[in-house]
């Protein structure tokens, strides 16, 4: 398999650090309400929500420093497989209507699990409503920019952001529209 590099937006890291420092100060709290009273809640009890927080919080952070890395472009054969943190999708050729180079926008920032779509900084996996495309399945690393169209068959549209289009389009053939 050979890999295809995607364009990158340069890597935030305020989210998962202020994510850490809200972890840290919450457990702080914790402790000093443990000890100036002690005799209200079993030892325990504290225990069990510290570390829980602390396994929560410090799992979010982890999510989304990770996040970026694990979207990949992934040429196997004529195949695409794209592969995200939740696991792969192969897209075959004969799946592909048509391809073209479009300049996209998915709006707002906004940092949210849906079951639609994740949005993490660095990382937009899912359905979204991009003014003048439609409906699309996006599997990419920059909120907006210079992408790559794909229409399936069943009308469904893939956007894209690789640094070279070009290895794509050598994939399923040349480019059959121009959104730019």
């Known amino acids: 398999m050979k890999k295809i590099v995607l364009r990158r937006d340069k890597p935030t890291i305020w989210l998962p650090l202020l994510l850490l420092v809200v972890d840290i100060s919450s457990l702080a709290v914790l402790a000093v309400q443990a000890l100036e009273n002690p005799g209200a809640t079993p030892w325990w009890a504290w225990l069990l929500i510290i570390v829980s927080l ?102 469904k549209q893939l956007l894209l952001n690789p640094q070279d289009p070009g290895e794509i389009l050598a994939l399923f053939g040349r480019e059959t529209g121009s959104g730019m």
Request: aromatic fraction near 10%.
């Open 54 to 155: 602390a396994v929560v919080l410090g799992s979010l952070s982890w999510m989304m420093l990770r996040a970026p890395s694990r979207l990949l472009y992934l040429a196997q054969g004529r195949n695409l497989v794209i592969q995200t943190l939740a696991g792969r999708r192969t897209i075959r050729r004969t799946q592909v209507k048509s391809t073209e180079r479009v300049n996209y926008n998915l709006g707002a920032y906004g940092y949210r699990l849906e079951p639609l779509r994740s949005t993490l900084p660095g990382y937009y996996v899912g359905s979204f409503w991009p003014k003048g495309l439609g409906r699309v399945t996006a599997f990419v690393e920059m909120r907006r920019g210079e992408g790559l169209l794909i229409s399936l068959t069943g009308n």
